[in-house]
Structure formats: C-alpha cells, structure tokens
C-alpha cells in the first residue's frame, strides 16, 4: 500500500494466498539464520507487478483496436454528402506497435525472474532449503534437472534479443508517401515469440519447484501451492533418476498453454 503499485498489491495478494497456511514458511519462523531473500523471491510482487501493469496497457490498446475502425477512407452513410467520406491515416498500426514492442520486454521479466527461481532451486546455495544440487537423486553420479535450467536460459536469452523494438526504426515506402510506417506486424511476432518462449522458462520452474516441494515433506505448503503441486504431478511424474528433461517441459508448456 506504501509503494501505491497496484499491480504489485495485485501480485502480492495473490502470492500471499497461495502460501496462507503454509507449514513449511512455519517451521523456518525459528533460528533460521538468512537475513534475506535474493531477490528473484523477495521481489516476485515488485518485478511482476511492473510486468502485470504493463500488460493491462497492452490490453486496453488491443481491445480498443479491435472495436476500432481502421479502414481508408471512412465511409458515413448517415452524414451530409460533403461528411460521408473521409481520407485519413486510420489504418496506421503504431497503436498496436508500440503495446507490442512493451509486451515483449514484460514477458521478459516474467520469464528472467522465473529463471532465477529455477538457478536458486537447482545451485544448492542455500543450505536451509535442504535441496541436494540439480535436484538429483544421487548428486554427483546424476544430473538431476541441471539441463532443465539451461533449456530456460537459453529461451531467456532468446527473449532478451526479441526485446529490441521494431516500432522505433523506420524505412519510407511509396515514393515518400508512406514516409513514417509502424513495423507492428515484427512488434507483433516477436511478442508472440516472447510468450510461448517465457511459458517453457516458467514450465520449467513448475518442474522444479514440485520436485523441490516433496524434499520438504512431510510439510505441506500453502492449499493453493499444494493445487498447484498436485495439478503438476498430474502431468509430470516424480524424478526415480536421470531423463531427459524436454519431453516434461514440454508437457508442462501445453498444460500451461490449456489453462491445466
């Protein structure tokens, strides 16, 4: 409320909910000896909530151009004679280049900061999170999910490159006539690109963080975290030893893809 970000009061609510209840949040109220997150945790609601605001503005563009008129000329067949017809620049498609040039650098913090999730469960750094490295059953003779976390950076690193706008460069066509043109169609691709790249980075973060979960048990995490859990293992079965990991995140991607 401080920080007067609704996107980020929006994030932190909602993560809040998924963890109410939580057991193992419990058990680490006492001598746990971290002073802080890093902050791929501790600032889900602040990077997220940036990403989801701006989001909700590509949304409006697009939902306004879809009950929009772009066509040239306007025809009125209602108006006077001399108003029926109007020539203007209606069809220029910078109102959707611009939201989509910014869709795809949101996607990208949605994407990098769940990467980072994914680094921080598989490095064993943190020795209070009680993983062993890569998440492998036998660490040193197994890789566990280590390739999992490389797939996500790769797409990462994808993403980033899909970040540079197309909608600031401009090449005339039409004799000059045409002399200041969007590019939106690349905005658009490349937003497209960024979306089904960010859904296997963070499919691969579900991956993880269910394998991650069962180390914690008995404890259980909070009932909205335990729903995700459990529609996870519906998908993906537990690790018994090294597979590859493309087909599993795979799988996730589309069951994110379908709402699953």
Not at 57 to 68: D, M, P, S, T
Not at 142 to 160: D, K
Not at 199 to 209: I, R
Request: net charge negative; hydrophobic share 45%; proline share 7%.
């Amino acid at each position: 409320a401080a920080r007067n970000q609704p996107g980020q009061a929006e994030v932190a609510a909602r993560v809040l909910g998924m963890l109410r209840g939580s057991q193992i949040v419990e058990s680490h109220k006492v001598n746990d000896p971290r002073v802080q997150d890093p902050y791929c945790l501790r600032c889900i609601p602040q990077v997220l909530g940036a990403s989801w605001g701006c989001l909700g503005y590509v949304k409006r563009q697009i939902e306004q151009e879809l009950g929009a008129v772009t066509d040239n000329p306007l025809v009125f067949a209602d108006a006077k004679p001399e108003d029926a017809l109007v020539s203007a620049g209606n069809f220029h498609g910078m109102p959707i280049a611009i939201p989509m040039d910014c869709a795809a650098i949101a996607i990208s913090h949605i994407a990098g900061i769940s990467e980072r999730r994914t680094f921080w469960m598989l490095s064993a750094f943190d020795a209070e999170a009680h993983l062993p490295p890569y998440l492998a059953k036998k660490p040193g003779v197994h890789s566990g999910l280590m390739i999992a976390q490389y797939t996500a950076a790769a797409c990462c690193n994808e993403i980033i490159t899909l970040c540079m706008p197309a909608s600031p460069a401009n090449v005339v066509t039409s004799a000059g006539i045409e002399d200041y043109n969007s590019f939106g169609p690349r905005s658009a691709m490349k937003a497209r690109r960024a979306v089904e790249l960010a859904m296997y980075v963070v499919a691969t973060e579900l991956l993880c963080a269910a394998e991650a979960l069962e180390y914690h048990r008995p404890l259980h995490s909070g009932e909205g975290v335990e729903k995700l859990h459990a529609a996870v293992r519906n998908v993906i079965a537990p690790l018994t030893g090294d597979r590859p990991p493309g087909p599993d995140i795979s799988m996730m991607a589309e069951a994110i893809a379908d709402g699953a």
